[in-house]
C-alpha cells in the first residue's frame, strides 16, 4: 500500500499543479467577465440587461458539461479558423464563463447593497455616474463581494474536475491513470484525489468564512 | 432553408426523439430520488449539527465539510468504482443504485446548511410555547419547527434542487443513461453534436424555467425568503 501511496503520488501532484493553474487562470478570467456583466446589469436600460439576463439564465439552466460539449465540439465544427481550439482553451473558456455568472450575480448584489444614497450623495457633489461607482458605491461594495468570492473559487475548483473528459491532465485524470496502473487500488487512489481536492478546497472555504465574519457578505444566488 | 438543416438538423433530431424523451425521463426520475434522499440526509444533519453532544455535530459538520470541499465527480467514482461489496446487498451497488446515492449525499450537504439556517431562523418563542404545552423534543421538531422552517427556506431548496438536476448529467460518465446519455447516443452515431448537445440544452433549459416559475409561486405564497 505505502509504495503504492509513493508510486501515484508525483502524478497525482502534478494533476493537482495542472487543477490549480486552472483555476487561478479560470478566476481571472471569470472575475473579469462576471464584474462587467454584473456592473451593466445594475443599470437602468432594458437592451443591456434583458441580453445580459438571458445570458446568465442560459449558462444557469444547463449543465456546465453542456457548456464544455458545446465548446469544445461545437464550436470547431463551425469551420471559423479563430474558434478551432484545443482542449486546454476550450476548458478555460467554458469554466470562465461558468464563473462568470456566480460572480456577475455577486457584483449586483453588492452593489445594490450599498445604500442608494451613497451615490445619490455623489452625484449631488457633481460626480458623474461613473466616478461615483468608482469612488463611493464600488470600495464599499467591494468588501460585501470578498467572501462569497471564495465559495466562487471553490466551485471552479470542483468544476475543474469536469474538463477531465475533453483530456485535460488535471488531478482527476491523473486519478484515473494511476487507477489503471494499480486496479486494485481504486479506492486507495481515489480516496487520495479527493484528499488533495479536499487540501485544496477547504482553507480557501474556511478563508471565506473568516472574511464573512470581518466583512459581512452578500448571500450567493443558488 | 439549407443552412438550417446543416448547423442544426432537425430530422436527425426527429429521429432521436424517443432517445431524447427516455433520457429525459430518466433524468427526471434519477434526480427525484436523489431529491428524497438529500432532504432526509439534509434534515438529519441538519438537526444532528444543532445537537449539544460534540460528537454528534462534529461528525454532521465534517460530513457537509467533506462534500462541500471535493467535486461530485470523485464522489461518484468513489461510491461507484471503489466502494466494495455492501454486506447488507450481497453485491456491489449498480451504476444507477451509485449515481442516486452520490447524488443525495452530495445535494444533501448542500440541503442540511439551508435547512439549518431556516431551523435556526425560528424564534426561540416557538421553541418555547411548544414546550410550555407539553411536546417532546421530537414533537416540537416534527409539529413545530421544521414544518415553519422549510416553508421559510423553501424557495433556496427549490434552487439547490435545479443544481442537483444539472448534477446529474455527470452520473452519465458511470454509465447511467439520462438525458446527457441520449445527446452522447447522437455524437456517436451520427458525429453532430450541434444537434446533440443543443437538443440536450433545450431540454434542461425547460427543466430549469419549470423550477423558476415553481421557484417564484414559492416565494409569493409562502411570503419572504430567509435562508
Known amino acids: 500500500m505505502n509504495d503504492v501511496i509513493l508510486s501515484t503520488l508525483p502524478f497525482l501532484l502534478d494533476g493537482l499543479w495542472m487543477t490549480f493553474k486552472i483555476s487561478l487562470i479560470t478566476i481571472f478570467f471569470g472575475s473579469l467577465i462576471g464584474a462587467v456583466v454584473g456592473m451593466l446589469r445594475t443599470l437602468d436600460y432594458a437592451v443591456i440587461t434583458y441580453p445580459l439576463g438571458a445570458y446568465i439564465h442560459a449558462l444557469r439552466g444547463t449543465p456546465f458539461l453542456i457548456h464544455l460539449y458545446v465548446i469544445y465540439f461545437m464550436l470547431p465544427a463551425t469551420g471559423i479558423s479563430w474558434l478551432q481550439f484545443d482542449a486546454f482553451p476550450a476548458a478555460v473558456i467554458a469554466l470562465s464563463l461558468y464563473t462568470s455568472t456566480y460572480v456577475a450575480e455577486i457584483v449586483r448584489g453588492a452593489i445594490q447593497a450599498v445604500p442608494r444614497g451613497q451615490g445619490e450623495a455623489a452625484r449631488s457633489t457633481g460626480m458623474t455616474a461613473l466616478q461615483s461607482m468608482w469612488y463611493v458605491v464600488l470600495p464599499q461594495a467591494l468588501k460585501l463581494m470578498i467572501p462569497p468570492m471564495g465559495g466562487v473559487y471553490v466551485i471552479i475548483i470542483k468544476g475543474t474536475s469536469i474538463v477531465s473528459v475533453v483530456g485535460i491532465a488535471e488531478l482527476v485524470r491523473a486519478g484515473e491513470h494511476a487507477t489503471q496502473r494499480h486496479p486494485r487500488d481504486l479506492m486507495l487512489i481515489y480516496g487520495m484525489t479527493a484528499l488533495l481536492y479536499f487540501a485544496y478546497c477547504y482553507p480557501v472555504l474556511r478563508l471565506a468564512r473568516w472574511a464573512e465574519t470581518k466583512f459581512g457578505s452578500v448571500r450567493l444566488p443558488s | ?227
Open chain 2, 1 to 227: 432553408m439549407d443552412w438550417i438543416l446543416d448547423f442544426y438538423n432537425y430530422r436527425v433530431v426527429a429521429q432521436y426523439l424517443p432517445e431524447f424523451a427516455r433520457g429525459l425521463g430518466s433524468t427526471a426520475w434519477i434526480s427525484l430520488l436523489a431529491l428524497g434522499i438529500s432532504l432526509s440526509v439534509g434534515t438529519i444533519t441538519a438537526i444532528m449539527r444543532m445537537s449539544a453532544n460534540p460528537a454528534v455535530w462534529r461528525f454532521a459538520a465534517g460530513y457537509v465539510q467533506v462534500i462541500r470541499s471535493t467535486p461530485l465527480l470523485i464522489q461518484l467514482y468513489l461510491i461507484y468504482f471503489a466502494l466494495p461489496a455492501l454486506p447488507l446487498l450481497g453485491r456491489r451497488l449498480d451504476e444507477i443504485e451509485g449515481g442516486i446515492i452520490a447524488l443525495g449525499l452530495n445535494a444533501g450537504a448542500y440541503m442540511s446548511e439551508i435547512i439549518r439556517a431556516g431551523i435556526e431562523s425560528i424564534s426561540r418563542g416557538q421553541t418555547e410555547a411548544a414546550m410550555s404545552v407539553g411536546m417532546t423534543y421530537p414533537q416540537r421538531m416534527r409539529y413545530v419547527i421544521l414544518p415553519q422552517a422549510f416553508a421559510r427556506v423553501a424557495p433556496p431548496l427549490l434552487g439547490q434542487t435545479a443544481v442537483l438536476i444539472k448534477d446529474s448529467s455527470l452520473v452519465s460518465f458511470i454509465g447511467v443513461f439520462e438525458l446527457f446519455g441520449a445527446g452522447l447516443v447522437v455524437l456517436n452515431e451520427r458525429l453532430m453534436p450541434n444537434e446533440a448537445f443543443l437538443t440536450v440544452a433545450i431540454c434542461y433549459l425547460m427543466i430549469y424555467t419549470v423550477m423558476l416559475s415553481v421557484t417564484g409561486y414559492a416565494k409569493r405564497r409562502l411570503g419572504g425568503a430567509a435562508g
